[in-house]
């Protein structure tokens, strides 16, 4: 009775420990670069391990992108930011992607993947990639749909939750050159504010 649980309680430890230098693995180099025999070097499992838990490379790839995006969006606060004026939750909002962003920078690293990813990629990574992307975009769409206070109107809404994910994917990208960089919350504020007043938001907020 106890050697079942047991069994798939290894199953679980190798699939996690694959997984978690998959992860590393491909945030630091890209898809394309990771191959199985250096996920096998790193993690110490042999690569029949790898294939019978995933299947392929891309099934590797999908089940961190999964993990990936399903830890990243449940870091993220509710998509009604408090504050009383825009200043007040615009500051909130910064604040919360900066937090959540550098608690997983491997998982922000994911995200710019899709120009890695070979043509020989199976539709399920790009699909998965593709889902992660537009989770991240759904939140920073509603989130800032509310500090902005123009929820009724979506294409303003979309157009800043764009410009802050291509900021914080730069701030990936720059991850890669020095692990010290961090998302410049206050130019991504002004930038912000300047993009909702082009599109004709009052932007009149609390700071002198």
Known sequence: MTEAPAHAH???????????????????????????????????????????????????????LERARTSLLSALPPVEVPGADVSQRLDGFLGA?????????????????????????????????????????????????????????????EALARFTLRAASGTAVARWFDPAASLDAESLRVALLALAAHRGVPVVTGRG
């Open 97 to 157: 992607v900066g937090e959540a962003f550098q608690r997983h920078p491997d998982g922000v690293k994911l995200l710019i993947g899709l120009g890695m990813l070979q043509r020989t990629a199976s539709a399920a990574a790009v699909a998965e990639l593709r889902r992660y992307r537009d989770g991240l975009l759904a939140w920073a769409r509603d989130a800032l749909g509310f500090v902005f206070d123009v929820r009724d109107r979506p294409e303003v809404a």
């Open 10 to 64: 290894r199953g679980m430890r190798s699939r996690d420990a694959i997984l978690d230098t998959a992860t590393e693995l491909m945030s630091l180099h890209g898809y394309a670069a990771t191959s199985i025999s250096m996920v096998s070097a790193a993690c110490g499992l042999p690569a029949s391990s790898i294939y019978w838990h995933f299947g392929s490379k891309d099934g590797v790839y999908v089940a961190v």
